[in-house]
């Protein structure tokens, strides 16, 4: 770890691929969460019970989505 530390330091420019990489991953986070709060919760709920279903399979799933 120490050598890995001591050539990112010799490297210049180094704070602006940090800047770079942590507006992409924030960006990304942000994205994420718009899609998450902005999705209706009906097509939530058929997912969050399908755990608890031991009979269902991906046919009667989709046959379910549809109706």
Avoid at 9 to 31: E, H, N
Wanted: net charge negative; charged share 20%; no cysteine.
């Amino acid at each position: 770890m120490r050598l890995a530390m001591q050539y990112l330091s010799d490297i210049q420019r180094i704070g602006l691929t940090q800047s770079i990489s942590f507006v992409f991953f924030f960006g990304f986070f942000l994205f994420v969460l718009y899609y998450v709060f902005t999705t209706k919760k009906s097509y939530y709920e058929p997912i969050s019970e399908m755990p608890l279903d031991d009979e269902t399979d991906i046919k009667s799933y989709s046959d379910n989505k549809t109706e």
